[in-house]
């Protein structure tokens, strides 16, 4: 049996200003730090012993992470970054305020960008690789993804490096996106395309998936 948690990152810049973000480097704002610490807290109160942390490349999750870290008293652990742990990535809609884009095209396509699995949101046009993808390869940063494309990229990291630590008997802890946690909630608790439209996930609020030697759900706890 072994024990997985998944945290979504406190609150960033971008969400208090409710900007679609995707792969944007935005920090967490001063309310973000606290959401970060207070769920280190509900954390440390499991005494939950991890082996490894997994993480994206973004600040905002990458901080979060260790101020939650930190209050676990468990800074010692190996840190994995991955850019497959990253936001879903909103194209063009990226750096534009939702409530702008609301205006311009109304309230219905606007849920169905955000919300759906397979809509693609608008195209970048071209995208300009950032150094700290070189590592993984050309070509890494899409022009824009739908959920379902999100869920594509983020399996392969899921299948290689956190269920082969959980089937070992090896706490792991998660901390990424809004979208990725979705599209691996998706995964765990087998909500149909259909319906994960209807799945939120809040910054800050720890989710504790206990599994048996198979991978198998035993239990599901929002702490």
Request: hydrophobic letters at 40%; zero cysteines.
């Amino acid at each position: 049996m072994a024990t997985l948690v998944i945290l979504r990152h406190g609150e960033s810049v971008a969400n208090r200003d409710n900007i679609f973000t995707g792969w944007s480097d935005v920090p967490l704002t001063a309310r973000g730090r606290k959401q970060a610490t207070a769920a280190g807290r509900l954390v440390a109160e499991t005494e939950i012993q991890f082996t490894a942390l997994h993480t994206s490349m973004l600040q905002r999750a990458i901080v979060t992470s260790n101020i939650v870290l930190e209050a676990i008293n468990q800074l010692y652990i190996p840190e994995y970054k991955s850019w497959r742990l990253n936001e879903r990535h909103y194209g063009a809609l990226r750096g534009k305020n939702k409530a702008a884009v609301q205006a311009k095209v109304g309230e219905r396509q606007v849920k169905i960008w955000r919300r759906s699995f397979e809509t693609v949101p608008p195209l970048l046009d071209h995208v300009t690789q950032d150094r700290r993808y070189d590592q993984f390869g050309p070509n890494i940063e899409p022009r824009g993804e739908s959920l379902e494309m999100a869920y594509h990229r983020l399996m392969p990291y899921w299948e290689d490096q956190v269920a082969p630590r959980l089937r070992n008997g090896d706490n792991q802890l998660i901390v990424a996106h809004g979208s990725t946690l979705r599209a691996l909630i998706k995964y765990l608790d087998r909500v149909a395309d259909a319906d994960i439209s209807q799945v939120e996930v809040a910054n800050g609020e720890p989710i504790q998936y206990d599994f048996d030697e198979r991978l198998n759900v035993l239990k599901k706890t929002v702490l």
